[in-house]
Each structure stands twice: as structure tokens, then as C-alpha cells.
């Protein structure tokens, strides 16, 4: 089969390959048919280093798909079956999954860092985040697989695999956002447009987009944010909307020390800081003991949204039901898999038309 293979950690662009095949199904695990692949900035954190990344390696690791096989330890589900997957997949046994936070699990993902999930050319090649959903097909621990009904798209649930129940489950999980409330969301890609959506679900009344793209703005609006603004221009906007006190919540989903920095000075004395953005160990951040104690600000980070995928996917699957997130709209172009690297790239400099590109198997 084919699949997009980064050779080396450091390499700008993927290798196409033909002469791929899945690794040997274990005894809990599903093989899945690619259907589409959604192409997340945390993809390039994987190929430039910066999130942990073995090589080689297949990218992506947003999709949706068939299941083709399953496992003999996999009882609940058959050939046929479509899903979302998930590099989330809670043991069910460890202190994280005992304490309700599945998504900090992490059995599989070390299961996923030192086993091979592909051969190419006969080498063994690893999948990124355990998974690797820029290739035909895949093999996944049952746990990391979550089964939808047939009316979901298969776009729609690529993207709810990660940046559409990370950006909702940080506002509904991390911070529960009450109604009524002032939310900012710093960075308007796939991730901070599900957050936006995910405020204005939650009855958030005023939310402030914030992008140094200009052309994300409208986009933005369309999403549900009330106002948005370049990073300079928060300050005036906050002025405007909270008379100069702050937001109650402000979301970072960019991953860098500096709008982490950025998201903690708008926030409102006593209000809300949630940090989704993935960043790297060479960001930093710094806070005076002083600001920490007198603003009393929260600083919640979110890693996936605090999410569960085998209960908030089928969550956001019934806000969007009802309509109140939109997420075919958030699929801005398809492409094939012989077109990933500019649809990497295009990540490399964001223009205001893209929320999400997704590759269509
Ligand atoms: N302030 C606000 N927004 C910014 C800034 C800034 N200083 N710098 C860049 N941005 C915007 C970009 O213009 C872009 O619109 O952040 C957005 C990032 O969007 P994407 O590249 O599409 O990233 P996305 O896939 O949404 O992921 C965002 O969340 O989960 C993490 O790893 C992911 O760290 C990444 C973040
Ligand atoms: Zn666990």
C-alpha cells in the first residue's frame, strides 16, 4: 500500500512509498481502512522534533476509516464498521484511566513510541502517535478506536479524532465555560476554531478570535467568534468588551511561550488560562511570584482537551447533530496523499482560507 514516511526526524517534506504494509495485527487490535486524514499542525511538531516522534515514520495521526480486521481479543467490533480513531487509548486499568483521565493514559502511547506499527522496504516503521493515518491503512489498539454511525461523514469524524474534540473538549472539559461568560481564543487553526465553536455551544456571549492573519478573521466570525483582532490589537478589543478587566477565559491554542504569556495577561483577575497549544521544551514562559498569587488567575493546561474519546466523541458527534458546531465547514480543502507536502507546507504559512485541509483516500 501507499503511505507518507518521514525518513528522519528534521526532514521537511515526507516520502511517498508504495511498498508499504501494515505490521502483524495483534490479538487487541483492529486494522483499518483509511478514509480520510485530517493534517494537524502537531504533524509537523513530529517531523521538526519538537513533540516525541520515532523515525522512520508514517505522519498523521487524524482519520477515520473501515475496520478491515479485527484482533481475536476484539469481541465488540467487525469488518464494516466505521470509526474514528484516536491516539488516545485508555488502557481502562492504569492511575489515569482510574482517576478519570483517560487522556492521560498513557500505556499505549509508550506501547506506540517502541513498536513498530508499518514495514517499508521490509524496515520496521513506527507510526506517529501510534497511529500514522497518512497511509491506506493502519493497525490500532482496539481502545483507540471509536465507533460512529453511518450518517457521520467520513471528514467529519477525521477531524473530530483530534482537533475538533481538542479544542471543544478544553473549553467543555478543561475550563467547563459557564454561559454568558468573556472567552478569548488565541489562534484561529482547526484546534482554536473548535474552540470557538465550543464557546459559542456552551453560551459563551462574547468571544474574541485572536490571529495575526487577518484573512482568519472573518472566518473566525463565521465560527462564532462576537469580535477578532490581530495580537495587537487584544488589548483595545479587551478594553471595549470587558471595560479593561479581562476575559474570563482565554484559550493559547498556538503553542508558544509568548502567547501563552499573552493568554495570561488577558485574563481577568481570578479568571481562566487554558493552554492547549502543543509546544515545544525550548518555549518558555515566566509568571513574577507576585502576578501568580495577586491575580489569581487559573492556569489550566489541556492535553487533548481533557478528553475521553470513548464518551466525547460521540458528544461532539451530537452537538453536531443538533447544529450547534458545524464541522463540515471546517474541511477547507481536500487533497490526495501524493499532495501532502504542500498541504504541510501550506501549515508553514497559514492563509486566511484554512481552517482544516484533509487527504481523501
Ligand atoms: N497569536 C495568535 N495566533 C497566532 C499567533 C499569535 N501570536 N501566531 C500564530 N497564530 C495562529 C496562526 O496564524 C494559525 O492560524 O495560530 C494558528 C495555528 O493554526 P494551525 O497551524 O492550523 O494549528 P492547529 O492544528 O489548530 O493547532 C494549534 O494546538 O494542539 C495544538 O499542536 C497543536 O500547537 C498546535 C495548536
Ligand atoms: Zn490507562
Not at 508499504?20 to 509537523?44: F, K, M, Y
Not at 475496520?67 to 469488518?79: K, N, R, S
Not at 514495514?119 to 481502545?143: H, N
Not at 477578532?228 to 478587566?245: E, F, K, N, Y
Request: aromatic share 4%; with cysteine; proline share 4%.
Amino acid at each position: 500500500m501507499k503511505a507518507a514516511v518521514l525518513n528522519e526526524i528534521g526532514d521537511r517534506e515526507l516520502q511517498l512509498r508504495a511498498d508499504v504494509t501494515t505490521a502483524e495485527l495483534a490479538p487487541d487490535q483492529v486494522r483499518v481502512r483509511t478514509r480520510v486524514a485530517g493534517i494537524c499542525h502537531s504533524d509537523l511538531a513530529a517531523m521538526d522534533g519538537s513533540l516525541p516522534a520515532m523515525a522512520p515514520g508514517v505522519i498523521g495521526h487524524e482519520g477515520s476509516g473501515d475496520v478491515v480486521e479485527v484482533g481475536e481479543q476484539v469481541a465488540d467490533l467487525a469488518p464494516g464498521d466505521r470509526v474514528v480513531v484516536s491516539f488516545v487509548a485508555p488502557c481502562g486499568h492504569c492511575k489515569a484511566c482510574a482517576s478519570n483521565q483517560a487522556y492521560l493514559c498513557d500505556v499505549h502511547v509508550i506501547e506506540g513510541l517502541s513498536t513498530p506499527r508499518f514495514s517499508v522496504g521490509g524496515e520496521p516503521t513506527f507510526g506517529f502517535a501510534g497511529l500514522g493515518t497518512f497511509a491506506e491503512e493502519l493497525v490500532v489498539p482496539r481502545a483507540g478506536v471509536v465507533k460512529i454511525e453511518d450518517d457521520v461523514p467520513y471528514e467529519v469524524a477525521a477531524l473530530v479524532g483530534c482537533a475538533v474534540v481538542t479544542g471543544v473538549g478544553a473549553v467543555i472539559n478543561t475550563a467547563a465555560v459557564r454561559p454568558g461568560s468573556s472567552v478569548a481564543v488565541l489562534g484561529c487553526g482547526g484546534v482554536g476554531i473548535s474552540a470557538i465553536q465550543g464557546a459559542r455551544a456552551v453560551g459563551a456571549t462574547t468571544i474574541v478570535a485572536v490571529d495575526p492573519v487577518v484573512g482568519k478573521h472573518e472566518l473566525a466570525e463565521r465560527f462564532g467568534a462576537t469580535h477578532a483582532t490581530t495580537p495587537d490589537g487584544l488589548a483595545d478589543v479587551s478594553q471595549d468588551v470587558t471595560g479593561g478587566a479581562g476575559f474570563d477565559y482565554v484559550f493559547e491554542v498556538v503553542g508558544r511561550g509568548s502567547t501563552i504569556r499573552a493568554a495570561y495577561d488577558a485574563t481577568r483577575r481570578g479568571g481562566t488560562t487554558v493552554v492547549v497549544g502543543a509546544g515545544s521544551p525550548e518555549e518558555k514562559v515566566e509568571f513574577s511570584a507576585q502576578e501568580l498569587f495577586m491575580m489569581e488567575r487559573k492556569i489550566l493546561p489541556s492535553f487533548y482537551g481533557s478528553v475521553d474519546p470513548r464518551r466525547d466523541v460521540d458528544l461532539v458527534l451530537s452537538l453536531w447533530r443538533t447544529g450547534r458546531l458545524d464541522l463540515e465547514g471546517m474541511v477547507s480543502k481536500r487533497i490526495g496523499l501524493a499532495d501532502v507536502n504542500a498541504g504541510l507546507e501550506a501549515l508553514h504559512s497559514p492563509d486566511g482560507g484554512l481552517v482544516r485541509q484533509v487527504i481523501t483516500f
